[in-house]
């Protein structure tokens, strides 16, 4: 059974980098054609799939935030890692870390509990 957890701070200031940690346990992050993906939605809105990176190393970004988002792994910790910089309050969300054979998808088969992240002075 394959597990995700999500971990990082809750609280972030505008224009400062948002760094979370995805650990992933009973799979290996490097087997399987699997993407690794982060997913978030903010208050009252929709999820919004942000990137991901592939079980051979390659990263893929949505449009509107590949400015901003930096995608990694660790894979000696079977973890893997989202950097978001110049965050403002509108990346205030909740953060999904999430695994599944499909790049981009919202509906992942793997998906971490979430945690919130808020972007606040």
């Known amino acids: 059974q394959v597990q995700l957890q999500e971990s990082g701070p809750g609280l972030v200031k505008p224009s400062q980098t948002l760094s979370l940690t995805c650990t992933v346990s009973?799979?290996?992050?490097?087997?399987?054609?699997?993407?690794w993906s982060w997913i978030r939605q903010p208050p009252g809105k929709g999820l919004e799939w942000m990137g991901a990176i592939g079980s051979s190393g390659g990263t893929y970004y949505s449009s509107p935030l590949k400015s901003r988002t930096s995608i990694s792994r660790d894979t000696s910790k079977n973890q893997f890692t989202l950097q978001l910089r110049s965050v403002t309050p509108e990346d205030t969300a909740v953060y999904y870390c999430a695994g599944d054979l499909v790049v981009a998808t919202l509906t992942p088969q793997y998906r971490g509990q979430g945690t919130q992240v808020t972007v606040s002075s």
């Open positions: 009973g799979g290996s992050i490097t087997g399987n054609y699997y993407y």
